[in-house]
């Protein structure tokens, strides 16, 4: 009987244990390439029952920034009325705050793309609504040239208290 068969067939599958978390590491880095850069937004739109709805109004305005291993978002809305000094008043700073969202955390990419896109995941650690900070937010991504469609599964839409899924469209601002 023959044992090189069966070594060869040992060293294949030991080389293969070794190397499938280095492949793994390596699609999430060329995945997580990807997002790098600076993203102007360009639509968020939420679905909830069946309706859209535009909770930062059709315009919106507003990045996303990714870096090798931190995201940060700014987003506004179209129909924010400026207060009516730099201070807004109480009055004023509900509907700016309602008409925004803010947050950055470090995120990871799923190395294996699934049909929905790339799931991006973000441990948030600072956020303009203080109840999303240590929260996880998770998402699909996808790229076509220099344009990102982000959606997400159902989530609690803060500026309209609708779970909703939201659809977010970006174009590189670089």
């Known amino acids: 009987m023959n044992k090189f068969p069966s070594l060869a067939i040992a060293a294949a599958l030991a080389v293969g244990m070794v190397a499938t978390p280095a492949f793994s590491q390596a699609k999430s880095q060329t995945a997580r390439a ?23 109004g059709e315009h919106p ?26 201070i807004p008043t109480d009055a004023e700073a509900g509907p700016l705050m ?26 948030v650690d600072a956020a303009a609504n203080e109840g999303l900070k240590g929260s996880k ?11 990102l469609t982000v959606t997400s599964p159902a989530l609690l839409v803060p500026n309209t208290g609708l779970t909703s899924n939201v659809e977010v469209v970006y174009v590189r601002a670089e």
């Open 61 to 86: 305005g507003g990045y996303a920034g990714y870096t090798a291993t931190r995201v940060w978002f700014m987003l506004v809305g179209s129909n924010r009325k400026a207060p009516a000094t730099a």
């Open 98 to 123: 309602k008409s925004s969202a803010a947050y950055t955390g470090k995120y990871d990419v799923d190395p294996l793309p699934s049909k929905d896109g790339l799931k991006v995941t973000v441990i």
């Open 137 to 147: 937010r998770v998402w699909f991504a996808k790229i076509d040239g220099n344009r």
């Open 34 to 56: 990807q997002l790098l850069g600076t993203w102007r937004l360009v639509s968020a739109k939420a679905i909830s029952g069946g309706k859209v709805s535009y909770p930062l």
